[in-house]
């Protein structure tokens, strides 16, 4: 019989080695989605996720991918809880999965605003610390908020004129 | 579960061969789909499950017709950057809408349609799919057609003003369900607001044309505008329970942000009076303009189609 510490670390690490379907150099992990790994009382494997946007077309694909994983690695009767309190955020992308996005040549979050009262309304463009990943020129402009997917904001390097992702800060 | 097949690299031998295997290995057609899957949705104690439903209609049905009508866009926006934006503001909306009808959903069950008792679409799918527009509860600022660029972005300006304003006080609702969709949609409507009051002052800086255009789009939503402030009963008993938000109390913190965006336009608020509704019945109660069952005859007919069918 096995322990039930050593079942739920071998189902963590199975939970663990899942990548995200858009970022496959994240692990679900890395990117935060993945909140935790417990045995439920009925003996299950039940992993918990926190969806990224409302409408990220990713999560039931994410959802797939860990249940898959999770059955693939001995737990037959896995399963998959969402989580949606509190929100995801960028903070939660771990550090090691900033340095994977930035080898990727995407650039990495800043941190999330904190707000305290009403959200201000911003009519001038977002002003973000951030440098080119291909080249690290500072001199960048934005060119929409909305990139590739709602996840990216579309920047463009004014020195080695490469367009590139960056993550927006939520 | 179903036997999961797990693809052989070496198996070159018909570009066929991955298509004939079962498909559990995609999200789509599997029993993913539900979004509050493991979410508790138990109903808060003293509140009436019929009212917390209709409340979650309104604010998704909102989401989800404004969602339709911007996906309109795709592929026809000034250009691709534009193009890119709206899609994904739709696909927020989207996404919040699904949250809300399944919250709905599984809020009071009787309101879901009924379908054959083999289908497989689920409860916020008969909702989005299988309603008529007289049981949708969306303010009719949704689901007007498109006009041009200008007015899609006075549009979207004047709802995530309205829809941020209700969800920032929404993220304190009894309900958990309603509040953690709120505090979520809060973060992205605050990027759907600034992208259109961005564009609000380009337009009416820009060129004679483009300050035109803008102006005339204003003009042209601006009697629907009230609607969203008029309390409806739901809301009223929403609010009352502690799980909703009476919207005529977020009203003035509203003109607040739209005279800012109409300050530093230098653009005038109209002076046009509201759209009445039918024998004083609007989006709310199900009675909607002629644009709605438009909107719903093309978003839902392959659904209708297909009562049994598996996306």
Known sequence: MLRREDVLARARAAAESVVDPELPMLTLLDLGVLRG?????????VAAITPTYSGCPAMATMRDDLQRTLQEAGF???RVRVELDPAWTTDWITATG??????????????????????????TPMRRDICCPQCASAAVEVTSEFGSTACKALYRCLDCLEPFDHVKEI | MAEVHTHDPDDHESAYAGLLVNDAHWAFGTDFEDPLAGVDTTVPDGVDASTLATYCLMLGDDALVLSQRLSEWCSRAPDLEEDIALANIALDLLGQSRLLLARAAAADPSIVPALPEDSPVPDEDRLAFFRDDLQFRNVRLAEVAN????????????????RLAVFEQLSSSRDAVLAAVAAKGVKEMAYHRDFSARWFLTLARGTEESRRRLVAGLEQLWPLWPELFETHSAEREAAAAGVGVDPAQVAAEVDVVLEQVFAASGVDRPDRGALAGIQGKKGRDGHHTEAMSKILAEMQVVARAHPRGRW
């Open chain 1, 37 to 45: 790994v417990e045995i439920a009382e009925d003996g299950a494997v």
């Open chain 1, 76 to 78: 037959d009767d896995a």
């Open chain 1, 98 to 123: 900033r340095d994977a996005l930035a080898a990727a040549g995407i650039s990495p979050p800043g941190a999330a605003p904190r707000r305290t009262g009403p959200v201000a309304l911003t009519l």
């Open chain 2, 147 to 162: 006009g041009d660029f200008a007015e899609t972005v006075v549009r979207v300006l004047l709802f995530s003003s309205w």
